[in-house]
């Protein structure tokens, strides 16, 4: 018995809709109105010189940040009236830029508490220890090692994730977010501190897992390679506010863009 978050919906994934967010940290405006949506299934890749503010719309997104004004909603519901585990509840998942994952627990146990979020037992639940029914566990477990094979992380599974090298814990902390069957997943700089070998293969992880399973990505992420490969759209902020957006190709050559990377020098 689940008490499946989407329960009662029809498992469709609806669009996520950004209307002219606006946030101040002091006199510094990190948000100046950036609109945009993400389309059911898409990939839309969010880039930007440091400072640009994507962070901050990312946590506002995830409901870390409560914006002063503006509007995001995802299908019928509107996330800011919801707290971050409400935004877990209708079908949002992130990966954080620094590892989340519990070193001294294996791989599976770890991907398992990505199954919390939408089960009985609850993530309070999962931290103080409490197990989930037989029959419940029977199942996530079986999940998370279906996961970890599809993502060739299963000869790791029952090893304690503390022990393992950065960029296989990068994708443990991604296989974690998939458990929660997300709608919309949310990545903070995925490619943070990988090897060029390692962003690749991320990228195309990423890339099969949407195919097959039709969720929508937001990619916060300064690895142009990366976000230019997989990305169906590119929106790209400056100062807080958008300054274009599109295909990935016309982002590129978008002349703001290329001034905002290169600070005039091309
Ligand atoms: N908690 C905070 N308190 C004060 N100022 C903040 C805070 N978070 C962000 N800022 C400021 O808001 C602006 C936007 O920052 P943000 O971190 O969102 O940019 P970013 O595009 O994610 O940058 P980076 O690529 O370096 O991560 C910056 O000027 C930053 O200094």
């Given amino acids: 018995m689940t008490s499946v978050p989407d329960a009662g919906d029809d498992g469709a994934v609806p669009a996520l809709v950004v209307e002219e967010v606006r946030l101040r ?18 990939i839309v890749g969010l880039i930007g010189p440091n400072g640009a503010g994507k962070t901050t719309l990312f946590n506002c997104i995830s409901r870390l940040y409560q914006p002063e004004s503006g509007r995001i909603a995802f299908g019928d ?76 992380l299963a000869r790791v599974g029952r090893e304690p994730a503390g022990t393992l090298p950065y960029g296989t814990l990068k994708r443990i902390e991604l296989a974690r977010a998939l458990m929660q069957r997300p709608k919309l997943l949310m990545l903070d700089e995925p490619a943070n501190g990988l ?54 190709a016309d982002v590129a050559a978008h002349p703001e863009v290329v001034e905002a990377y290169l600070g005039g020098a091309a």
Avoid at 25 to 42: K, N, Q
Avoid at 200 to 226: I, N, Y
């Fill in 25 to 42: 940290f002091g006199g510094v405006v990190a948000l100046d109105g950036p609109s945009f949506t993400i389309e059911p299934g898409h």
């Fill in 77 to 152: 519901k509107d996330l800011l009236s919801l707290s971050a585990d409400g935004v877990a509840d209708v079908g949002i998942a992130r990966t954080f830029q620094n590892i989340g994952l519990f070193p001294t627990m294996s791989v599976v146990d770890n991907v398992l508490t990505g199954a919390y979020s939408r089960t009985r037992t609850g993530f309070l639940g999962a931290a103080l220890g409490l197990p989930m029914t037989g029959r419940e566990e029977r199942r996530e477990r079986d999940e998370a090692w279906a996961l970890l094979e599809s993502m060739n």
């Fill in 195 to 248: 090897i060029h070998e390692e962003v690749l293969e991320l990228a195309e992880t990423v890339r099969q897992l949407r195919d097959e399973r039709g969720f929508s990505v937001l990619l916060v992420e300064h690895h142009m390679a990366m976000v230019m490969s997989i990305s169906d759209r590119v929106v790209v902020l400056n100062f807080g506010q958008k300054i274009t957006e599109g295909l990935p």
